[in-house]
């Protein structure tokens, strides 16, 4: 087990809980002391005090921990230094009781992802204390090293994975997280394949997925095709308008684009992919000209930063490599070589996002080789005299032309499409 001591920073109010939880545990310690057995001493404190459960029954453990290290000894609660210096004149009697104080213990609870009573955004250097349903109380810590801060977030992780618990103690001052470091490093997948990649085209109402793998001759096959349908979240059908623009819209959005990433972390140990593909995009706030549900939808919902840094967060938790690229006409290179009937629009974009992180900082290798002789006839006519595809992308638009295997045309050929009510979303996988 490791502790880390984080020093807070914005000095939240829980005096009163010490007080409380620090009765509690001398209480607890007596009556232990006394010969009682640990139902009976918490049946008492719950007589007496009136406290959390489980802060009550993390009182009684602290209890019980002095008792077996002290026995029937004699215990000074603030320790003897302290004691000492208040007989000599050297702290004052509000002091001595101040530094009496225990720091509030919340012992860790696996299945309630990590602890039942915080809430964990050690990214952010914050816990949220919650001892009862309307009393939410926000610690913040200064920001740690890069190594421990790693490390945080891996912790952080396993704990909404409901496979790690982590024991919060904390004063006005210092917070101290408790918790089993060797979990931390025994996450890594195995049997990774250095020529399987999975690639990942994102957009605000649908998340393209496609595994390829490449052979000696750097052709590749794709293994897996799947799209993520997050249009029931994203754009209003069947309610009002206003009632989307609700705040559990807005977390139930968070929540499900947190819940895809960890779908595709296990896509990622299922096809044994080596690396994860994503777009290296840096978006800014702009009027897209075509609306305000456009604006909207791109500039306010979509949760892109969140599911980036969940996605990062897994590859380092399970050490695989997460590479971003340039995703420079990737939707047009897309549905040309790759698109048709079982590939739509968003999953032949993944595919060319995979296929350039296979070989990312090898000159020739960001285009893939332009052969007009690839299209169809019609388009063959059209874009006469067109040699890249750079060429290619200003010739569409110029024509407005579509170009694009949309799904909604071919959403049909799924060959299995699960939609998840309670979620609100759903998954497509094309053969």
């Given at each position: 087990?490791?502790?880390?001591?984080?020093q807070?920073?914005?000095?939240?109010?829980?005096?009163?809980?010490m007080?409380?939880?620090?009765?509690?545990?001398?209480?607890?310690?007596?009556r232990?002391?006394?010969?009682?057995?640990?139902?009976?001493?918490?049946?008492?404190?719950?007589?007496?005090?009136?406290?959390?459960?489980?802060?009550?029954?993390?009182?009684?453990?602290e209890?019980?921990?002095?008792?077996?290290?002290?026995?029937?000894?004699?215990?000074?609660?603030?320790g003897?230094?302290?004691?000492?210096?208040?007989?000599?004149g050297?702290?004052?009697k509000?002091?001595?009781?101040?530094?009496?104080?225990?720091?509030?213990?919340?012992?860790?609870?696996?299945?309630?992802?990590?602890?039942?009573l915080?809430?964990?955004?050690l990214t952010?250097?914050?816990?949220?204390?919650?001892?009862?349903?309307d009393?939410?109380?926000?610690?913040?810590?200064?920001?740690v090293?890069?190594?421990?801060?790693?490390?945080?977030?891996?912790?952080?992780?396993?704990?909404?994975?409901?496979?790690?618990?982590?024991?919060?103690?904390?004063?006005?001052?210092?917070?101290?997280?408790?918790?089993?470091?060797?979990?931390?490093y025994?996450e890594?997948y195995k049997?990774?394949?250095?020529?399987?990649?999975?690639?990942?085209?994102?957009?605000?109402n649908?998340?393209?997925?496609?595994?390829?793998?490449?052979?000696?001759?750097?052709?590749?096959?794709?293994?897996?095709k799947?799209?993520?349908?997050?249009?029931?979240?994203?754009?209003?059908?069947?309610?009002?308008?206003?009632?989307?623009?609700?705040?559990?819209?807005?977390?139930?959005?968070?929540?499900?684009?947190?819940?895809?990433?960890?779908?595709i972390n296990?896509?990622v140990d299922?096809?044994?992919?080596?690396?994860?593909?994503?777009?290296?995009?840096?978006?800014?706030?702009t009027?897209?000209?075509?609306?305000?549900?456009l604006?909207?939808?791109?500039?306010?919902?979509?949760?892109?930063?969140?599911?980036?840094?969940?996605?990062?967060?897994l590859?380092?938790?399970?050490?695989?490599?997460?590479?971003?690229?340039?995703?420079?006409?990737?939707?047009?290179?897309?549905?040309?070589?790759?698109?048709?009937?079982?590939?739509?629009?968003?999953?032949?974009a993944?595919?060319?996002?995979?296929?350039?992180?296979?070989?990312?900082?090898?000159?020739?290798?960001?285009?893939?080789?332009?052969?007009v002789?690839?299209?169809?006839?019609?388009?063959?006519?059209?874009?006469?005299?067109?040699?890249?595809?750079k060429?290619?992308?200003?010739?569409?638009?110029?024509?407005?032309?579509?170009?694009?295997?949309?799904?909604?045309?071919?959403i049909?050929?799924?060959v299995?499409s699960?939609?998840?009510?309670?979620?609100?979303?759903?998954?497509?996988?094309?053969?």
């Amino acid at each position: 087990m490791k502790t880390v001591k984080l020093q807070i920073t914005n000095s939240p109010d829980v005096l009163d809980d010490m007080r409380v939880f620090s009765s509690v545990v001398r209480m607890a310690f007596n009556r232990y002391q006394d010969g009682l057995s640990e139902k009976e001493v918490y049946a008492t404190v719950n007589k007496y005090f009136c406290f959390n459960s489980w802060l009550l029954q993390s009182a009684v453990n602290e209890g019980n921990s002095l008792y077996k290290v002290n026995g029937r000894g004699n215990v000074i609660f603030g320790g003897r230094g302290n004691l000492i210096k208040y007989l000599k004149g050297l702290v004052t009697k509000e002091q001595l009781r101040y530094l009496r104080l225990m720091p509030v213990c919340s012992v860790g609870a696996k299945d309630f992802r990590g602890n039942r009573l915080i809430d964990f955004d050690l990214t952010n250097n914050s816990v949220i204390y919650k001892p009862s349903r309307d009393t939410h109380t926000e610690i913040q810590f200064c920001p740690v090293k890069k190594k421990l801060a790693q490390e945080l977030a891996k912790v952080q992780e396993l704990a909404e994975q409901k496979k790690m618990p982590v024991t919060v103690k904390f004063t006005d001052r210092h917070l101290f997280l408790t918790y089993d470091e060797s979990l931390i490093y025994n996450e890594a997948y195995k049997g990774l394949k250095h020529n399987r990649i999975l690639g990942i085209d994102m957009n605000p109402n649908y998340i393209g997925v496609s595994v390829i793998e490449f052979g000696k001759d750097d052709d590749f096959k794709v293994l897996h095709k799947e799209v993520f349908d997050l249009t029931a979240l994203t754009i209003p059908s069947g309610e009002s308008s206003q009632h989307k623009k609700s705040k559990y819209f807005t977390n139930k959005l968070k929540h499900e684009t947190i819940a895809i990433a960890h779908r595709i972390n296990k896509l990622v140990d299922y096809w044994k992919c080596s690396k994860l593909a994503i777009e290296d995009l840096s978006i800014k706030p702009t009027d897209k000209q075509k609306g305000k549900c456009l604006n909207r939808l791109c500039n306010n919902k979509w949760e892109r930063q969140l599911f980036v840094s969940k996605l990062k967060m897994l590859a380092g938790i399970h050490k695989y490599e997460l590479v971003e690229v340039n995703p420079a006409y990737s939707s047009i290179v897309g549905n040309f070589a790759y698109g048709n009937e079982n590939t739509p629009d968003m999953v032949a974009a993944s595919i060319e996002i995979a296929r350039r992180a296979y070989k990312k900082f090898e000159k020739g290798w960001f285009y893939p080789k332009f052969n007009v002789e690839r299209l169809d006839e019609q388009w063959k006519q059209t874009l006469s005299g067109v040699k890249t595809w750079k060429n290619l992308f200003l010739k569409v638009k110029e024509s407005k032309l579509k170009y694009r295997f949309l799904l909604s045309d071919y959403i049909g050929n799924a060959v299995l499409s699960i939609r998840y009510k309670q979620k609100m979303w759903s998954a497509l996988t094309f053969s």
